[in-house]
């Protein structure tokens, strides 16, 4: 079984209309993150969640909202979607190591089309 | 402004031959690297990664070596396999933030490895 996993996997939708992507983990981890992969740009930042009570806003944040219902759920929601959101986007989980660097680990995605 | 770039959108290597991937950073606080490895609708998989206190990690056929003056790295693949086609992404964090940890990585646009049979 995947250790995070993203509903839906793919999801079509109209201009205006308010979606939510959903992200669970199995991991353990405390941390969690939501990146848009765009063509030739890599991937970007736009929430990220240290624990249930604290988010933040990444790189990319205008036209997204997060949830951090639990430790292991962590939603992203784009309230009137417009079509230059439509993107992959990824979930990922990491956990703190004191002193170095951390490994995130990432969900398989969701293609969004906005038409 | 790109604080992480892969100067090189694609790369062909032949099977068996050594696959050479550049990256470029600007941040001076960034002090632990990561590189990632993507296939076609799935998601990043973490492959290797090296601190800054570190110029080179070892990981099998996959080795980092990073110079820190240049503000360089580079990831070897030892030799090609037909399944190393793939995207590859570096990414960097400052590991020294508050809390211990990194507020996201910043990641390159990516550099297409193809191995060719």
């Given at each position: 079984?995947?250790?995070?996993t ?15 992507l ?9 941390r ?16 990220y969640?240290f624990?249930v ?22 939603s992203?929601?784009?309230?009137s ?35 | ?14 099977e068996g ?18 590189w ?37 790295l580079?990831?070897h ?12 992404f570096?990414a ?17 646009k990516?550099?297409?490895l193809i191995?060719?049979?």
């Amino acid at each position: 079984d995947a250790d995070v996993t993203q509903t839906p996997r793919n999801r079509i939708t109209k201009t205006g209309k308010r979606i939510m992507l959903e992200c669970s983990q199995t991991k353990g981890h405390d941390r969690m993150y939501w990146y848009r992969q765009d063509p030739g740009l890599g991937l970007r930042l736009i929430y990220y969640s240290f624990d249930v009570k604290d988010i933040n806003k990444g790189e990319i944040s205008d036209g997204y909202s997060v949830s951090r219902q639990a430790q292991a759920k962590f939603s992203l929601s784009l309230e009137s979607a417009i079509p230059n959101q439509t993107a992959l986007y990824f979930c990922a989980t990491s956990e703190p190591l004191s002193g170095r660097g951390e490994t995130q680990y990432f969900g398989p995605g969701t293609r969004l089309l906005v038409l | 402004d790109q604080q992480v770039k892969q100067n090189s959108p694609s790369l062909s290597v032949q099977e068996g031959r050594i696959s050479i991937l550049n990256c470029d950073y600007t941040n001076s606080m960034f002090d632990y690297f990561l590189w990632y490895k993507k296939y076609p609708a799935e998601g990043p998989t973490f492959l290797i990664s090296i601190s800054s206190i570190k110029d080179k990690n070892e990981d099998g056929r996959f080795t980092v070596f990073l110079n820190k003056s240049a503000k360089h790295l580079s990831l070897h693949i030892v030799p090609s396999q037909p399944g190393d086609s793939a995207v590859y992404f570096c990414a960097a964090s400052d590991a020294s933030d508050s809390g211990g940890g990194a507020d996201g990585l910043t990641f390159g646009k990516g550099t297409h490895l193809i191995i060719q049979p």
